[in-house]
């Protein structure tokens, strides 16, 4: 072959090669079959998922363990702070308050006549370490009775009252929240019976998790219906239940006086999330947010069992190895013109808590984020499984790229029904609920076949270790995840959304 013919050839292949790349995701690594993907992921996995960590539960020790690694492991990837914060480099203080209820006592009457129930026909709770409140005649304090209403009709005149309201499962918890909204000193709830009370029990003995501003100074009281009926007599209340049952009801004043009175254990403590990032080299475009929650349940076996620890190594110690090899990726690759932001969050087991509090206080305006993706539980499908597309519907523009991405490389979108069920149940919620772009891609959530062995057998249990982890569809979701978030990170082939 003559110098000229070859330099020909050199050119053409050259140029192949050009095209080829302008339409192929960018290669990082020797691996094209993602074995070493896979061994990167689990050996942060196993460290995260170790007894030594004790199921990462936040105000442990085992979480401080957990926020401090990643801290270590950000910085070995490449990234940088994302707090906007040069006091606190990679840390976003989230504040929680934990309380555990300790005694509770409800008294109906006054003098001779005072009841006290017992714990099979009442209960009371507060998050204050002592909290009691008196009502009824001579007290000052009025006992209104709101019947299924929230007692919005009184608007301030319910302030500093004891509010007493009839069980309407499904409703009770928001119309709770607006009585105590309406400065509520106390709220009974009437239950059916005793099965009911001791649900109520069995849910409010485990304790509880909140964000410090978001806490509220409450008392709340239950009592079974046969209870109230045995102590202020039968027709009395056959009749104001009657009463509130009709169109024009409104709150009344009770002739009833009562005492309740409750002690928890409250303790207040700082927990942590992380937070890097990549810079990107056109300033003022946007940026694009990776999070995931670190934190686990910490001991939730039985008492009596060998082992207790939940390790959480799906959940959600895959969806931290996931981001990480993902920012190790990027890092390694082309040049990104958006910012990406690496969100480790804390507390999402207890009700999305890190979540909320980035949501609260972000280190970049949430207006400028174009796109969030959530990774939550990402090695349990195997490869070739169908895709779980949470929070599709929610934003046209970036379901948009995501289709485009799934058509070209092959995946199907599996059962929807079954993705739409977890949408209020993950991180990404608080963020959707602030207008923030947020979906989680995965075919851990693809289909039942998938998703529902993993939770009858290892979800919320000590059996969620790393040697039952599913890795070929996990990098299979970690290759589509690279692609889309390198279209997202560009503002010439995404461009901004419009403001609402």
């Known amino acids: 072959m003559s110098r000229q013919a070859a330099r020909l050839l050199v050119a053409v292949l050259a140029s192949l090669w050009l095209a080829a790349c302008a339409h192929a995701p960018v290669a990082i690594g020797p691996d094209p079959v993602g074995e070493d993907i896979a061994a990167r992921m689990m050996a942060d996995i196993e460290v995260l998922a170790s007894d030594e960590f004790g199921g990462r539960k936040p105000g442990t020790p085992g979480g401080k363990a957990t926020y401090e690694y990643l801290e270590r492991r950000m910085g070995e990837v490449g990234l940088v702070s994302g707090t906007n914060d040069p006091g606190s480099y990679w840390r976003m203080p989230v504040d929680l308050v934990a309380t555990e209820p300790q005694t509770g006592r409800l008294t109906l009457g006054e003098g001779r006549a005072a009841v006290t129930l017992a714990e099979n026909e009442a209960a009371v709770f507060t998050p204050r370490r002592r909290a009691l409140a008196a009502g009824g005649p001579g007290t000052g304090v009025p006992v209104v009775f709101v019947g299924y209403g929230d007692g919005s009709v009184l608007g301030d005149a319910l302030a500093g009252a004891v509010a007493l309201m009839l069980a309407d499962p499904g409703r009770d918890t928001a119309r709770r929240d607006a009585l105590f909204v309406q400065r509520a000193t106390a709220v009974v709830t009437v239950l059916p019976d005793a099965g009911a009370l001791a649900a109520v029990r069995a849910a409010e003995e485990r304790g509880k998790l909140e964000l410090a501003s978001e806490e509220r100074d409450t008392l709340s009281a239950y009592i079974t219906d046969a209870a109230l009926a045995r102590v202020i007599g039968e027709k009395r209340w056959a009749m104001w239940k009657r009463e509130a049952k009709k169109g024009d009801f409104a709150p009344l004043e009770l002739n009833l006086a009562l005492s309740i009175e409750a002690t928890a254990d409250r303790r207040e403590f700082p927990s942590q999330n992380i937070i890097g990032m990549i810079p990107g080299t056109q300033p003022g475009s946007g940026a694009v947010l990776l999070l995931g929650h670190w934190d686990h349940l910490g001991e939730c076996g039985p008492a009596s069992a060998a082992d207790r620890i939940c390790n959480g190594a799906a959940d959600n110690?895959?969806?931290?190895?996931?981001?990480?090899?993902?920012?190790?990726?990027?890092?390694?690759?082309?040049?990104?013109?958006?910012?990406?932001?690496?969100?480790?969050?804390?507390?999402?087991?207890?009700?999305?808590?890190?979540?909320?509090?980035?949501?609260?206080?972000?280190?970049?305006?949430?207006?400028?984020?174009?796109?969030?993706?959530?990774?939550?539980?990402?090695?349990?499908?195997?490869?070739?499984?169908?895709?779980?597309?949470?929070?599709?519907?929610?934003?046209?523009?970036?379901?948009?790229?995501?289709?485009?991405?799934?058509?070209?490389?092959?995946?199907?979108?599996?059962?929807?029904?079954?993705?739409?069920?977890?949408?209020?149940?993950?991180?990404?919620?608080?963020?959707?609920?602030?207008?923030?772009?947020?979906?989680?891609?995965?075919?851990?959530?693809?289909?039942?076949?998938?998703?529902?062995?993993?939770?009858?057998?290892?979800?919320?249990?000590?059996?969620?270790?790393?040697?039952?982890?599913?890795?070929?569809?996990?990098?299979?979701?970690?290759?589509?995840?690279?692609?889309?978030?390198?279209?997202?990170?560009?503002?010439?082939?995404?461009?901004?959304?419009?403001?609402?």
Do not use: C
């Open 317 to 500: 110690a895959s969806g931290i190895a996931m981001m990480l090899e993902l920012a190790r990726r990027l890092k390694a690759g082309p040049p990104l013109g958006r910012d990406i932001y690496v969100l480790a969050t804390s507390a999402e087991e207890a009700g999305l808590l890190g979540a909320r509090a980035f949501v609260k206080s972000p280190p970049l305006p949430l207006s400028s984020i174009v796109a969030a993706l959530n990774f939550d539980m990402m090695a349990v499908a195997p490869a070739g499984s169908p895709l779980g597309f949470i929070g599709r519907g929610r934003t046209p523009a970036l379901d948009t790229v995501i289709l485009g991405e799934l058509a070209r490389s092959g995946r199907m979108i599996g059962d929807q029904n079954l993705a739409d069920s977890f949408l209020q149940r993950q991180d990404g919620w608080a963020l959707l609920q602030a207008g923030v772009p947020t979906v989680l891609l995965s075919g851990t959530y693809g289909s039942r076949a998938v998703l529902d062995p993993f939770l009858t057998t290892h979800y919320h249990r000590p059996g969620d270790k790393a040697e039952v982890l599913e890795m070929g569809g996990a990098v299979e979701d970690l290759l589509l995840h690279e692609d889309l978030i390198r279209v997202l990170a560009d503002p010439a082939r995404y461009p901004a959304p419009a403001a609402p």
